[in-house]
């Protein structure tokens, strides 16, 4: 499961830490770290948009390293600052119910597509 926390509209721009771990986990060529395993995505954001751009950015980024990922149910958590408390810890109860259906969802989905 990767996630991406961005203000701008695309994980190079964003989260260059993330884009360089692709990138460096994908070399040298024939030693890909990511090749064939499932993954999921999940932006968060200050705005209202949630990371929309990034999340698709990074699904992009993550077909050329051969991961699969899911396509439903997408993530874009927006207004993060009203989310979490001064600690990091996730404070809002609808948001959470959410994220406890997606990593089920993810679940279920690796077990449905595993070897």
Not at 17 to 22: H, R, S, W
Not at 88 to 110: I, P
Request: glycine share 14%.
């Amino acid at each position: 499961m990767t996630g991406s926390s961005s203000l701008r509209p695309s994980i190079t721009l964003g989260s260059c830490v993330l884009k360089n771990a692709i990138d460096v986990g994908s070399r040298p060529y024939g030693k890909n770290i990511w090749d064939g395993k499932p993954g999921a995505v999940v932006t968060v954001s200050p705005g209202a948009l949630g990371g929309f751009g990034a999340n698709h950015h990074l699904r992009q980024s993550l077909v050329s390293v051969n991961v699969p990922a899911m396509a439903q149910p997408e993530a874009y958590i927006g207004g993060a600052a009203k989310l979490f408390d001064d600690r990091g810890n996730l404070t809002n109860g609808s948001t959470r119910d959410f994220l406890k259906k997606f990593m089920a969802e993810f679940a279920q989905w690796v077990a449905g597509n595993s070897d």
